[in-house]
């Protein structure tokens, strides 16, 4: 299971997953034993490549039937040996460990969530814990890390109208005709509501489903 | 999950998206621009002044009940990182098994035997009966769940080998809190023996009201405690939210265009199965005729292919004969993308009761499909999904009556057998018509097909003593073969809130 790039997420501020290297879910060993029990913990590390250290933002994984998951990130710190941090305790992933609910879910862990400040972080250690013993296996998958994004300006919020209101006020009239300045900015108001009205295309289908008036087939595919 | 407030965004941009291209989106725009006449409305306040008046109006009501119609429908949005086919079914095991290998081959046989103009009964048989439905449920199993061969604690007793997560009955009493004893019902409290001054007058009152508010929320509310005969029809479709436009008449007509212009194999399929249910049914012979009219255009009908978004299964594509691979001649089939199964014209049966214009019966029946009983033949792990419906029906029956299940399961009748049947077809054709209707009254109002395997569980708990002396799986068919007489709402309340555990 690598961590690597994957391609950024759908919508409106493109981003990029950070790159790390992820080694594969370890499960816990208990010293000693003859026969591989499943003890039911297993531990995902998880490194930026370099040495390097980053800031988090948003964790996104898609469960398998994993029921409780652990954070814990270890910091760069001027001072000392590096210290390992919990910033999410037993966090439910599956609301009935013995059944299906939220067994192969997405979710997204983000930085209000934690419980310590994730700046600066040059590991994160995964513990899964999945109690129940009827799953043969469990771990996480797709695991991606999100640094902090910058906000990019609106696209679709043409700069002059920001500029509606007009910078002085110039002499008023008396009270026969109405302020030009008034009506100009209400009327410019109305021309960019009318224009959203008409850039906006009806999604409503038609119906058809014939392709040119013919419905000849000859075989069906299911996949 | 995702992050709460960015999930209300998703929500409401999605619900915005959809609601954009609808004739309510239109018909509000003019009435906007009709309402720019009025003297009411300034140039100052203009966008304050039109919401008013939209208010004031009712629009804004219309408006209301779409958006409350468009919730109840699609399920919230996943997370941003899902592809779309985990949002129609969350999990891999479940999707792979959508459809059986022997159905497939089934209807490439018969493509090859369609020489015929006319189009003979007899070469045709039902593609699929809820019997090899049933054995399709019960070999789904989870290649990560440990079967082991022994039976022990992760076996369940039942046909149903799925470990999803059902209901017990403390969670079903705070669900259907609305049934319980001490609140009143109709089919229990609107009997000859009790007075109507009790109950029936003061609910058929506020039944008016309802409809004068034209408030589908409320009106969801209410049918929770019944629908009183002569407002059901109109109540329901303030809950699926129709309203008989003069589009949606149109809408009509040119599917019924459809069905005189082309000939589908489907068709065929829905006259057999006519003929063999609806036709010998005591209740509902007399509507063959809609029936017809309904099923055809329903095959037609490509807008019922939005619900694929949310449900499990995937429509069958097509190429135009000799066209095979291009995608331009790609086309769904049959257009709707729903296959019919024996007994799938028994859906519509019922609702002929209520409605009597081809047009506003044909609309509700596809609304109540594409809510409700799409998940009755499709695999799915939804809660109202069939797959959930079978493992609480045989979860309740065990916890409850335990030693009916041993019995039953001890002679080779394991009870799934004969309650499949009726929980697939959501009890039509098995109860009387007054007692269907009011069992459909609480799948609207609770939005959930649950409470069909909780009546599939009170059956088999009302015939418990007569289940307990059979030896044989016919035996238990034929106790259980006439549910004509039952009256649904008494079994549901003594099950859920009478039985002491």
């Known amino acids: ?151 990019s300006p609106q696209k679709d919020f043409p700069s002059w109208l920001s500029q509606l209101t007009p910078p002085e006020q110039p002499a008023n009239l008396h009270g026969e005709l109405p302020d030009p300045e008034k009506v100009s900015t209400e009327v410019q108001q109305m021309w960019v509501l009318t224009e959203v009205i008409r850039a906006r295309q009806a999604a409503a289908r038609i119906g058809r489903f014939d392709v040119d008036g013919c419905y000849d087939i000859n075989l069906l595919s299911y996949t | 999950m995702v992050d709460p407030e960015s999930g209300l965004s998703l929500t409401i941009a999605r619900i915005v998206q959809r609601l954009q291209g609808s004739s309510l989106h239109s018909q509000l725009e003019r009435q906007a621009r009709v309402s720019l006449h009025k003297p ?264 019922v292919l939005e619900h694929f978004t949310y449900s499990s299964a995937t429509p069958p594509k097509s190429y135009i004969r000799g066209k095979l691979g291009i995608e331009e001649c790609a086309v769904f089939y049959p257009p709707n993308g729903v296959i019919p199964f024996h007994g799938f014209s028994m859906y519509v049966a019922p609702l002929c009761f209520l409605y009597h214009e081809p047009s506003r019966l044909y609309q509700i029946f596809r609304e109540m499909y594409v809510r409700f009983f799409f998940r009755l033949h499709s695999i799915s792990s939804h809660p109202s999904g069939i797959v959930s419906l079978c493992l609480l029906f045989e979860t309740l029956l065990q916890t409850h009556l335990p030693q009916l299940f041993y019995h039953l399961r001890e002679i080779g009748a394991q009870p799934l057998r004969i309650s499949f049947k009726w929980m697939v077809r959501a009890f039509s054709g098995y109860l009387a018509t007054d007692q269907l209707l009011l069992l459909w009254d609480r799948i609207l109002g609770y939005n959930s097909l649950e409470i069909l395997a909780v009546l599939a569980a009170a059956v088999f708990a009302f015939r418990a003593v007569n289940l307990m002396e059979v030896t044989s799986l016919a035996a238990a068919e034929a106790v259980l073969a006439d549910l004509s007489t039952l009256k649904v709402m008494p079994l549901l309340q003594i099950f859920l809130f009478a039985t002491v555990t």
Request: proline share 8%; aromatic share 10%; charged share 25%.
């Open chain 2, 40 to 303: 009411e409305i300034k140039l100052e306040s203009l966008k304050e002044d039109i919401k008013d008046f939209l208010k004031t109006s009712g629009w804004e009501k219309k408006l209301q009940n779409a958006v409350y119609s468009e919730l109840n429908v699609f399920p919230s949005p996943c997370h941003p990182a899902a592809p779309p086919e985990h949002m129609k079914e969350p999990l891999a095991y479940m999707r792979k098994a959508q459809r059986p290998i022997s159905e497939q081959k089934e209807l490439l046989n018969k493509w090859n035997e369609m020489g015929t103009d006319e189009p003979d009964l007899s070469l045709f048989r039902p593609v699929y009966a809820p019997k090899d439905f049933l054995e399709v449920l019960m070999n789904l199993r989870n290649p990560n769940y440990e079967n082991g061969e022994q039976p022990s604690f992760r076996n369940h007793l039942g046909l149903i080998q799925v470990p999803l997560k059902v209901k017990d009955i403390p969670e079903l009493k705070e669900d259907f809190s609305e049934l319980g004893l001490n609140i009143g019902q109709l089919g229990i409290d609107d009997s000859a023996q009790v007075p109507p001054e009790f109950f029936e007058n003061e609910h058929v009152r506020v039944g008016q009201k309802v409809l004068a508010e034209q408030d589908s929320a409320a009106a969801q509310q209410y049918v929770r405690q019944g629908c009183p005969t002569a407002l059901r029809a109109d109540l329901w479709a303030l809950i699926l939210n129709i309203s008989n436009q003069p589009e949606d008449i149109l809408y009509y007509e040119q599917l019924k265009s459809n069905v005189i212009q082309h000939d589908l194999l489907v068709d065929s399929l829905i006259y057999k199965d006519v003929k063999l249910t609806a036709s010998n049914d005591d209740y509902y012979f007399v509507f063959e005729d809609y029936l017809y009219q309904v099923l055809l255009c329903f095959s037609r009908d490509t807008s």
């Open chain 1, 1 to 151: 299971m690598s961590g690597a790039a994957g391609p950024g997420a759908p919508g409106g501020t493109a981003r990029a997953p950070l790159p790390c290297a992820a080694r594969a879910a370890a499960a816990l060993q208990l010293g000693g034993g003859a026969d591989p029990a499943r003890p039911g913990v297993a531990v995902i590390d998880l490194r930026f490549p370099r040495g390097g250290a980053a800031d988090l933002q948003e964790i996104v994984f898609r469960n398998f039937y994993t029921a409780f998951l652990s954070v814990r990130v270890q910091r760069a710190s001027a001072e000392g040996p590096r210290k390992w941090v919990t910033c999410l305790r037993d966090y439910r992933l599956m609301p009935s460990p013995h059944t299906e609910e939220g067994s192969q879910d997405y979710f997204s862990l983000f930085r209000h969530q934690m419980l310590c400040d994730v700046d600066q972080v040059t590991a994160v250690r995964f513990i899964l814990r999945q109690p129940s013993p009827v799953w043969l296996h469990f771990t996480i998958e797709e695991l991606q890390i999100y640094p902090p994004s910058q906000k």
